[in-house]
């Protein structure tokens, strides 16, 4: 082999090896010969020094985060022209993720974001049971709450106040058909019979997605789930009836603004499988 950059093609099939260096033995100059992968080609580079040699057709990577995800493909050279960026959403089942394949013929090497919910999210709307959508809360837990996130809640130094008015330890009575916008909260204290209107429904924004630049917007039913006994007190449930729409649009915001922060890059929505999957 007269130039040392001439190109081979290594292919086992119809596959190039996907390793980045490779050496053998030449049988006919019984001299130990070596290349490196360049595209789906391989250069000799016998007569170079190639130590240390590096492998990566195995890199792995996991993303926290949306700003991670891009930093990461930028630090790692990936080329939009040789990857490709698949996302699958099986919503209600909080099971979204994104994957890039550094080389979308292998999709061997990769950097994978698995788009956790917010604590925002699970927060205020998973309860013990594990059901999405759906918020329970008792009275100190719902104060606390709005403590913890009060910027997730539109007045919610107004909603505050009415919940921490009311007194547990007296007779409760309710009434949701006197306002088409509230339900009223009757019990009495020292000063009488007092009241408390509570909304029927909360305007929420908070982020869908873990460490997500992106927030929502979510109105959700506000319902108080009366005791059935005096040993019983009241749960108060926020519910978002869209939950699964909500998170179909969290998904579709968060590859907009990944699309704007990765030119170039093919996005395909759906599921991947390979062998090396």
């Known amino acids: 082999m007269e130039k040392n950059t001439q190109e081979v093609q290594l292919t086992v099939g119809k596959t190039a090896l996907p390793d980045d ?3 053998f033995k030449d049988t006919t100059t019984n001299q130990e010969r070596h290349f490196l992968r360049g595209g789906v080609g391989y250069t000799e580079v016998t007569k170079d020094p190639i130590t240390p040699i590096r492998r990566h057709n195995d890199r792995l990577y996991t993303a926290n985060d949306s700003e991670a995800f891009v930093n990461a493909i930028n630090k790692c050279g990936a080329k ?31 950097i994978a974001l698995p788009l ?6 699970k927060a205020i709307f998973l309860n ?14 719902l104060l606390k709450l709005f403590d913890t996130y009060p910027e997730c809640f539109q007045n919610s130094g107004l909603l505050r106040g009415n ?58 039913d506000f319902e108080v789930e009366m005791p059935k006994s005096q040993d019983e007190k009241p ?31 093919v996005f395909l929505n759906g599921k ?3 062998n090396n999957q």
């Open 235 to 265: 749960v108060f449930k926020i519910i978002n009836v869209k939950h699964e729409r909500t998170e179909r649009d969290a998904l579709a915001q968060e590859i907009a603004t990944l699309k704007t922060k990765l030119p170039g890059w």
């Open 80 to 110: 939009p022209e040789e990857g490709v960026i698949f996302y699958v959403g099986e919503y209600g089942r909080n099971n979204t993720k994104i994957t890039m394949f550094f080389d979308e013929k292998t999709r061997q090497e990769r």
């Open 21 to 23: 260096h490779i050496s």
């Open 116 to 121: 956790a919910i917010s604590l925002e999210m």
């Open 128 to 141: 013990r049971r594990g059901e999405p959508g759906i918020g329970e809360f008792d009275q100190k837990s």
């Open 163 to 220: 919940i921490a008015l009311i007194k547990m330890d007296r007779e409760l009575k309710f009434e949701s058909d006197l306002d088409p916008d509230n339900t009223t909260l009757m019990f009495a204290d020292k000063n009488g019979a007092q009241i408390s209107n509570l909304p029927k429904k909360l305007t929420l924004t908070l982020p869908f997605y873990e460490g997500s630049e992106n927030k929502i917007r979510i109105e959700a």
């Open 272 to 274: 991947f499988s390979s």
